[in-house]
């Protein structure tokens, strides 16, 4: 038998959603943080040999802020589910230094049914 096979009599419980996108979030609110302003849009569009980095699931940043440091040709949209890390995340005063400079830009994202965020078409989208 192979073992990702179930035990002959293993009947699971159906699942309560079945569907994987019938109303995911029945209370969201699309986009409840703002877009980016056209200041943090220009800056990020000043330099075209410059790379974004679209972190989606960002949490709190732990993963984009060290690589802000490191390299200084580097933008970062972060987008999150989690209004509170967003919250979090905002509250960091490394966000706030780099957001001045056009470098980072974060902001509640459901991928399920949220338009792509003008932080990341503005800049002309992001390289795979």
Known sequence: RNRYQP???HNPSPSP???PHP???PNHTPNPNPEPSDAWVAAATS???DTLLVDIGCGVGNT????LEINPRLRVVGLDFARSAIEELKANELYTMH???GRLHAQ???GTCDDIPRAVTAV???DA
């Open 7 to 9: 035990e002959p009599n």
């Open 17 to 19: 959603n079945p569907s």
């Open 23 to 25: 109303n995911p979030t």
């Open 47 to 49: 330099n075209p040999d």
């Open 64 to 67: 984009f802020f060290p690589l």
């Open 99 to 101: 957001e001045e400079q």
């Open 108 to 110: 509640v994202f459901d």
């Open 124 to 126: 002309g989208g992001a």
